[in-house]
């Protein structure tokens, strides 16, 4: 079974643009959630989306957004994008909402100038 | 909200020896306890877990142990390998969020 796969892999962009990542889950995973990494503050949740529904969202300011389609694959959103947006954004997915189990893509590593 | 903290950030072992890592959380309604571990440049790896209901749970060289009542989980991993050096991070249940990290081990054995 393909694993959890993420693109593009590699993003630079500048202060003020905006940015669109894309997550494909495990086939038959239902429940995508979004992660932000860095050195500084580690893994931090940003949402999850299950059945085309976000879930639950973190804590951070609404220039972050995402969306799920009905296969599953989810897209997160950032604009305005500021120097300190400049990441790894992991997605991972589970079975279903109740399935604790996560499995993880390999990353969007963004960069912002 | 939950809080996972996490020890020691960084860890260095000879080669062979056992490496321990502790975390501990404050929402006493946590029932499901991960590790992953990542390596430079790679995705966070699902190594071990641990539910509730259980106090330890091993799966060769790596073991997981609980204590709910002191909330708090350890992972142990014996007999050290080069292979082994990544940064190893502990999680778990928050409500509605999936996973709250601790903020990593960076493990490095030492041949």
């Known amino acids: 079974k393909a694993g959890v796969t993420q693109t593009p892999r590699y993003l630079i962009k500048t202060r003020g643009q905006q940015v669109t990542l894309s997550c494909s889950p495990i086939?038959?995973?239902?429940?995508v959630s979004w992660y932000q990494q860095t050195p500084g503050q580690g893994l931090q949740f940003l949402f999850e989306y299950f059945s085309e529904t976000q879930r639950n969202k973190g804590n951070f300011p609404g220039r972050f957004s995402g969306r799920q389609f009905s296969n599953s694959r989810s897209e997160m959103n950032v604009s305005t994008l500021e120097l300190g947006d400049s990441a790894l954004y992991l997605c991972?997915?589970?079975?279903?909402?109740?399935?604790?189990?996560?499995?993880f893509g390999p990353g969007t590593r963004l960069t912002v100038l | 909200g939950e809080n996972v903290e996490q020890h020691p950030s960084t860890l260095s072992v000879q080669e062979g020896d056992s490496a321990v890592i502790k975390c501990t959380y404050s929402d006493s309604a946590s029932n499901y306890f991960p590790w992953y571990k990542q390596e430079l440049g790679k995705r966070p790896q699902l190594i071990i877990d641990?539910?509730?209901?259980?106090g330890e749970k091993k799966d060769q060289r790596i073991a997981v142990t609980l204590n709910k009542t002191a909330k708090h989980f350890s992972l142990h991993i014996t007999e050290t390998q080069p292979e082994d050096s990544a940064v190893y991070f502990c999680a778990a249940p928050w409500g509605n969020t999936p996973l709250v990290f601790g903020k990593g081990t960076r493990l490095s054995v030492i041949a």
């Open positions: 086939s038959g995973h239902r429940s």
């Open positions: 991972a997915s589970r079975l279903l909402a109740e399935n604790n189990e996560q499995f």
């Open positions: 641990i539910r509730s209901n259980v």
